[in-house]
């Protein structure tokens, strides 16, 4: 649960942002790209310890979701990256 408020305070600062320091953003999005493949890999290692048929199916949604958060963070950090580079040139 803590994490995902982790992530929620996180995207809702993304959307909110006024100016703050683009290097400290930069950091945040790092660290939120490492908290989301630690998520995954995690789900991962949950699934692979599941035998109840039903906790599958959960550890399966774990891993989906898991996933899409780390690709959109993925994504999102690249859009960023590109849209400074060109900026910048």
């Known amino acids: 649960m803590k994490v995902w408020l ?3 305070k996180a995207l809702r600062e993304v959307w909110l942002l006024n100016g703050e320091d683009k290097q400290q953003n930069k950091l945040d ?7 989301a493949k630690d ?9 692979a310890q ?3 048929p039903d906790m599958v199916d959960w550890a399966v949604y774990s891993i989906n979701a ?24």
Not at 29 to 35: K, S, V
Not at 39 to 47: G, K, N, Q, T, V
Not at 69 to 86: F, G, P, W
């Open 66 to 89: 898991a996933e899409k958060r780390y690709d959109y963070l993925l994504k999102n950090y690249r859009q960023k990256t590109a849209r400074a580079v060109s900026t910048n040139s």
């Open 6 to 8: 982790k992530w929620w």
């Open 39 to 47: 998520e995954l890999l995690i789900a991962h290692r949950m699934f």
């Open 50 to 52: 599941m035998e109840d």
């Open 29 to 35: 999005d790092i660290e939120l790209i490492q908290e």
